[in-house]
C-alpha cells in the first residue's frame, strides 16, 4: 500500500463509523436511502485500487488543463498576448482548438515570439521522447522566480525570472527536457491516481446515511461510475461537477507542493534530460553546468537530491553517449530571448 | 509511486557490449514504418522499413548536418533520419473506456493527442475564476501558439 493512501484509509474509516443522524420516526425511504448509501459505502474499499492504475491520456489532459490554470494563476499568469477583442473563453476554446484553427492569428509581439520559440524548441525536444505525438504546449510564467514547472498532459512552463538567468539555449533546452521527462515518465500523476484514491473514499465513505447534500450524492455517482468504468474518470463528461473537478486538482497540487517531487523521480528526469539533449543536438554540459550553480532546495524539497548528486548522476549518465554528444554548441539568440521576457 | 522511478534507474534501455564503443549503442525507432535508406537523402532507395518500437544499433551520423544517422537494422545497414530515434521505446498509451493498452497508431487516430484545454480545465476555471476569463484565455493563447507550431512542416529548427 503506498504511503500516501495509508494516511487517507483511517481517516475515511473514521468517516464510516460516524453514527447516522436518522431520526426515530424516519419513514421508509430513508431506510432506501441508508440501505443505498451502505451499498455504496461498501465499495470504498475498492477505491484502493485507483491508486495504481495507469490513466488515459483524455483524464491527464484534462487534469493538466485544470493543473496548468491553477499553477499559472499562483506564479501571477502567462507572458503572452491574448487577440485583442477575446473575451469569450469557451468560443476562443473551440477557434483555437478546432478545425477553425487556421483563422486565429497571433500577432507577431515581442511576447507571442517568446512562445513560438519556446514550443520550436521543445517540439526539437519531445519529438525524441518516448509521447512524441501528444499535444505538448510551452509557455512563460510571468514571475520573476526562477522556477519551471510540467502538468499532466504536457503543459510546461517557463518563468522570465529563469530565462533572464540562462546564458545558452542548451540550458534552456536543459531546462525543458526535464519538464518534458516528467511528463513522458508520468511522475506527476502519481500524485493525482493518490488524489483520486482518496476523494473516492472521502465520497464514498461519508455519503453513507440519510440527509445527503445533493452535491456529494453526484460526487457519490461519479466515483461508482469510475469504479464500474475500470477506474476511468472522465473528467470532461456533463455530471462531473466543477466542484469534484476543483476537489482533484487541488488535492493533487497540494501533495505535489507539500512533499515535491521524489528524489528518484529528479534524478530519472535529469538523466532522460540528458538523453533528449544529445539527441536534441544541444550540448548536455550546459544543462549540468546550470545545475551545478543552483540554489540548494528549500527546506519543504529537502529530501531531494543535493545538486552535487544530480551532478554526478548526470555526468556518469552522459559517459553512455560519448559517442552522440553533439560537439557544436547551438547558441540560438539569447539575447533576443532576454530582452523578449523584459517588459 | 516508486515503480516508474525503479524501472527507469534499473533498466535503462541502452545496451552497450563490449564496452563503450560507438558501434554498440542501441537506439529506439519512433515511427512507423521508418524507411532504412540505402543514402541519406529522403530520394535514396529504401532497403526495408522498421516498425516502431525496435531497436537499431547507431553507427554514427550519416550526415555534417546530422539530420541523417547511419544504422543497422538486423543484418542490414543504411540511414534513417534523425529525428526518427529514441533512447528508449515508445510509452504506451491506455484506452479510456477500458484502461487497456492502445497502439501508437489508434492513439494518433482517436484525435486524444490533439487535445486543448479541455471542459474541465474550463470548468474548473469557472469554479475558481467565476468573473475572470484572462488567465483562461492566455493558457488558451499559448496552446494556440504551441498548436501552430506543432503543425509547422519540416524539422523542429
Not at chain 1, 84 to 112: C, L, P, S, Y
Not at chain 1, 167 to 185: R, Y
Not at chain 2, 27 to 33: A, P
Request: aromatic share 6%.
Amino acid at each position: 500500500m503506498n504511503a500516501r493512501f495509508a494516511v487517507a484509509f483511517p481517516l475515511v474509516l473514521g468517516a464510516l463509523n460516524l453514527p447516522c443522524f436518522r431520526a426515530p420516526d424516519a419513514n421508509l425511504a430513508a431506510d432506501a436511502i441508508i440501505e443505498a448509501g451502505s451499498k455504496v459505502a461498501a465499495r470504498a474499499p475498492e477505491c484502493k485500487k485507483l491508486a495504481s492504475q495507469q490513466v488515459a491520456f483524455e483524464e491527464e489532459k484534462a487534469l493538466g488543463s485544470a493543473v496548468a490554470l491553477n499553477l499559472a494563476k499562483a506564479e501571477g499568469g502567462l507572458w503572452v498576448d491574448v487577440p485583442a477583442g477575446i473575451t469569450d473563453v469557451a468560443a476562443f476554446n473551440t477557434q483555437v482548438n478546432g478545425a477553425t484553427m487556421g483563422k486565429v492569428t497571433f500577432a507577431a509581439t515581442g511576447r507571442n515570439q517568446l512562445n513560438r520559440y519556446l514550443n520550436k524548441l521543445g517540439k526539437q525536444l519531445t519529438q525524441h521522447s518516448t509521447r512524441p505525438d501528444i499535444s505538448w504546449t510551452f509557455g512563460v510564467i510571468d514571475a520573476p522566480s526562477e522556477n519551471a514547472l510540467s502538468t499532466p498532459g504536457g503543459y510546461i512552463f517557463v518563468s522570465r525570472g529563469l530565462l533572464k538567468k540562462l546564458t545558452s539555449e542548451a540550458q534552456l533546452a536543459g531546462v525543458l527536457a526535464h519538464e518534458i521527462a516528467h511528463v513522458t515518465e508520468r511522475h506527476s500523476l502519481k500524485a493525482y491516481s493518490d488524489a483520486k484514491a482518496n476523494q473516492c473514499y472521502i465520497a464514498l465513505g461519508v455519503s453513507i446515511g440519510a440527509g445527503v447534500a445533493k452535491d456529494a450524492v453526484a460526487d457519490q455517482n461519479s466515483w461508482v461510475k469510475v469504479l464500474d468504468n475500470a477506474g476511468a474518470l472522465d473528467l470532461d463528461a456533463a455530471d462531473v461537477s466543477g466542484e469534484l473537478i476543483a476537489k482533484l486538482v487541488d488535492d493533487t497540487v497540494g501533495r505535489l507542493l507539500a512533499s515535491g517531487r521524489a528524489r528518484e523521480d529528479e534524478l530519472a528526469a535529469d538523466q532522460l534530460a540528458i538523453e533528449l539533449l544529445v539527441l536534441g543536438g544541444f550540448n548536455p554540459n550546459e544543462y549540468v553546468n546550470l545545475v551545478k550553480g543552483l540554489p540548494e532546495g528549500a527546506p519543504i524539497v529537502s529530501h531531494h537530491p543535493k545538486n552535487q548528486e544530480r551532478v554526478e548522476t548526470m555526468q556518469k549518465h552522459l559517459e553512455q553517449f560519448a559517442a552522440m554528444k553533439p560537439d557544436s554548441l547551438p547558441k540560438g539568440d539569447v539575447a533576443a530571448l532576454k530582452a523578449a521576457s523584459t517588459p | 509511486m516508486h515503480r516508474i522511478g525503479k524501472g527507469l534507474l534499473g533498466a535503462v534501455c541502452l545496451v552497450f557490449l563490449g564496452g563503450a564503443a560507438p558501434s554498440t549503442l542501441q537506439l529506439y525507432i519512433r515511427n512507423r514504418e521508418t524507411p532504412l535508406q540505402k543514402q541519406p537523402t529522403l530520394s535514396s532507395p529504401v532497403l526495408t522499413r522498421i516498425p516502431a518500437g525496435a531497436t537499431v544499433t547507431w553507427l554514427g551520423a550519416g550526415t555534417p548536418k546530422k539530420d541523417f544517422d547511419k544504422v543497422r537494422f538486423g543484418t542490414q545497414e543504411g540511414f534513417v533520419p534523425h529525428a526518427s530515434l529514441s533512447t528508449r521505446p515508445p510509452s504506451a498509451e491506455v484506452s479510456k473506456t477500458d484502461g487497456k493498452p492502445i497502439t501508437a497508431q489508434a492513439f494518433a487516430s482517436s484525435g486524444a493527442a490533439t487535445r486543448g484545454l479541455s471542459e474541465a480545465g474550463l470548468k474548473y476555471d469557472k469554479t475558481k475564476n467565476p468573473h475572470d476569463p484572462k488567465l483562461a484565455l492566455s493558457v488558451i493563447s499559448v496552446e494556440g501558439i504551441a498548436r501552430q507550431v506543432r503543425e509547422e512542416k519540416g524539422g523542429a529548427k
